[in-house]
């Protein structure tokens, strides 16, 4: 290797380490100035605008987050939370008791309906009891001649979560729309206009790194540096010169909303979502992480090592998506560029800067760069309410999702 080449992968690596700093920095700046936690917040690295439709909060939803403190979502990854959450549920022993089944009849397919659908008491599934006293009330209304099939034989219903929920996940796949969340786009657009305002500073002088009390305990990943999305030697040059002199950010945000999202589990009424078939069970998906050996879970894969286990495919999951308004961003570098790399630094202001990398005009966002007269940098970013931006998701570990 030439002495040129190995200055030039010194020089990368020493801006990816800068870049790794900022990115730190600027977590705690945002989980402080936006009254998030390190406990559960993920950064979206770069610019996502949100969707048009329903479907896209559901897929950035779907798609299970690394652990790292920061992340680029790519909605068509293969750790999919429905994919895996399939595999599971067929991989899983049903109770082979039918005599609930065959007790009810005709009207079986009719209690499935209802356990399905929001009418149905939320702890259903808490224990045989609770579904007992559901399934009397129902009875007594739409099949009152089936009502001593509750007497003992609800208890074989209870334990066979596990063949209702290949049952739901079938009719959501037979359906063929996709597997919905309980959330849509109508619901972000009227929360996010009374959402809060916020706004904070970060100094990189100041500001604290140290992001190993995180859920992700200081794991990072995805790092641009400020001038490209990790582009070519004379943009990792200029980015070197910023990092090293200092970085500076006043940062303000319109309106600032946590979207809480979970699997669709009952049929709903609300327009867009009762065009969708509820396909999650959490009563078999807990009987799942409850037990470990083959006394639930069948031979073969998945198994709950390679599910829930410390390198299992769904050690956590998105629960919510933080989603901002109304953005403006001044960033200020400390640093002298010199006429020729200033030239340099405006033709690439159009395709935006770090920590918001967006092209002027897309989604409503513009980016401006001026220097002073001894060649400091000035980024100014904004973009106008009407122009949500996804700023990261939060993230679950499945111990706290399943109890």
């Not at 959501?172 to 109508?186: F, L, M, S, V």
């Not at 992700?216 to 010169?241: K, N, R």
């Not at 319109?254 to 009563?283: E, M």
Request: proline share 5%.
């Amino acid at each position: 290797m030439s002495q040129l080449q190995e200055t030039t992968l010194t020089e990368a690596q020493a801006v990816q380490d800068a870049m790794q700093t900022l990115t730190q920095q600027w977590y705690n700046a945002l989980v402080t100035g936006l009254s998030l936690s390190p406990n559960n917040f993920q950064l979206y690295q770069g610019t996502q605008p949100v969707g048009t439709t329903s479907e896209w909060l559901w897929k950035i939803l779907d798609a299970i987050p690394p652990k790292s403190i920061n992340n680029s979502y790519d909605p068509t990854q293969s750790n999919n939370f429905s994919q895996n959450y399939q595999a599971v549920i067929a991989n899983l022993k049903p109770i082979t008791d039918n005599s609930f089944q065959a007790c009810m009849g005709d009207y079986y397919s009719n209690w499935l309906n209802y356990i399905q659908s929001d009418k149905c008491p939320s702890n259903i599934f808490d224990s045989p009891d609770a579904m007992t006293a559901a399934f009397k009330k129902w009875a007594f209304i739409y099949a009152p001649s089936q009502m001593d099939c509750s007497a003992s034989l609800i208890q074989s219903f209870y334990n066979d979560v596990v063949t209702i929920a290949n049952n739901m996940f079938a009719s959501a796949q037979k359906a063929g729309k996709g597997y919905a969340y309980n959330t849509t786009i109508a619901d972000l657009n009227s929360a996010i206009q009374s959402a809060p305002a916020k706004s904070f500073g970060m100094s990189s002088d100041t500001e604290s790194r140290d992001v190993s009390h995180t859920w992700a305990e200081g794991s990072t990943s995805v790092l641009f540096d400020i001038f490209s999305f990790g582009g070519g030697a004379s943009y990792d040059s200029l980015s070197e010169q910023a990092t090293s002199a200092g970085v500076s950010i006043d940062a303000k945000f319109q309106h600032v909303l946590t979207l809480p999202g979970a699997p669709l589990a009952k049929t709903s009424t609300d327009p867009i979502l009762g065009q969708y078939t509820p396909w999650y069970n959490s009563a078999a998906f807990s009987r799942a992480f409850g037990t470990q050996d083959n006394t639930v879970w069948k031979n073969g894969v998945p198994s709950w090592a390679t599910t829930f286990g410390p390198n299992g495919n769904m050690q956590r999951a998105a629960t919510a998506l933080v989603i901002v308004d109304g953005i403006d961003i001044t960033m200020t570098s400390n640093t002298s560029y010199s006429s020729s790399d200033q030239e340099v630094i405006r033709a690439r202001a159009s395709a935006g800067f770090w920590p918001f990398f967006s092209a002027n005009g897309s989604g409503g966002s513009e980016t401006s760069v001026s220097f002073s007269d001894s060649g400091a940098m000035t980024v100014h970013i904004t973009s106008p309410a009407g122009n949500p931006q996804l700023l990261g998701v939060l993230v679950s570990n499945m111990k706290d999702i399943l109890g």
